[in-house]
């Protein structure tokens, strides 16, 4: 099999389009959910370091190291044991299989109404019913939603709780730059 990219471009927190960015962390058994600006700002106070991630010899991303604790507006969602027993995310895993679970994950904490909405920040648009007819039917207030949120998922597997219990990091990794050399999406 030939590689595919194998030079880093950047590419992560940093210059996505996101609203919203989620750290799934399935050692640390917690969704961790913070506004992207909130991510960027924090890099951006020069406290914290990189890191190289490497596939075999190749260097595949950077990112930052951030103490989840350190990022202004996030939000920790602890999930049950069978949750993650039942979404299986494995460390040994590709690159692909931990994201679309990570992705469907939070789906299933969205539809379940375990994701915290007020991070959303959806402007809502209440408007009163005024014909009578309408009210008559039950419509007394319409309301809208202005805008439509992106959510970037990322599967840290190590990532977020307490760090050193149960292997996890207290950390979260926010990446900056990546190559994909196994072609993997």
Known sequence: MSLGNTKLVNSGIQNEESDLRVHVCPLAKSVYVYPTACGVDAINTGHYVTKPVFTGSIQTATGYIVPWKEIPGIICVELESETWDYISIREKASTSDKGKRAAQLVKGMIKN?????GLLQIELNG????????????????ITVAKQVIVQVKCDFRGGGKRGANRCTGNLFLQIQECNPLRQY
């Open 127 to 142: 408007v009163e019913i005024q014909d009578e007819e309408m009210q008559i039917k039950g419509a007394d207030i319409i």
């Open 113 to 117: 109404q375990r994701f915290p909405m």
